[in-house]
Nanobody
Framework: QVQLVESGGGLVQPGGSLRLSCAAS????????MGWYRQAPGKERGLVAR???????RYADSVKGRFTISRDLARNTVYLQMDSLKPEDTAVYYC???????????WGQGTQVTVSS
């Protein structure tokens, strides 16, 4: 069982930046991948960014060039650097860990990101 704790959300003006952190209670290296998802009111949860065990990254088209996912294996922490934020980035952001055991993913509690002037 792995616990994920997100932090770093908040209110930011359009064009601003935030960095989200996801601290895991266990090793993130053993996971198939770590990811960030988001869910806006009235919408389904969707993938924002993902980093696989071998370090390969993948991003939603809407955030390419603005967001960067990274990890610190020594700290068992995954980050999401968000730059050039837009109002449409407003959502609850969730950290996800893809366990090698199919169907055994882990989720954090979520952190709110609000982009507004």
């Amino acid at each position: 069982q792995v616990q994920l704790v997100e932090s770093g959300g908040g209110l930011v003006q359009p064009g601003g930046s935030l960095r989200l952190s996801c601290a895991a209670s266990g090793s993130i290296f053993v996971m198939n991948a770590m990811g960030w998802y988001r869910q806006a009111p009235g919408k389904e949860r969707g993938l924002v960014a993902r980093i696989s065990r071998n370090g390969r990254t993948r991003y939603a088209d809407s955030v390419k060039g603005r967001f960067t996912i990274s990890r610190d294996l020594a700290r068992n922490t995954v980050y999401l650097q968000m730059d050039s934020l837009k109002p449409e980035d407003t959502a609850v952001y969730y950290c996800n860990a893809e366990d090698p055991d199919p169907g055994s993913d882990y989720w954090g509690q979520g952190t709110q990101v609000t982009v507004s002037s």
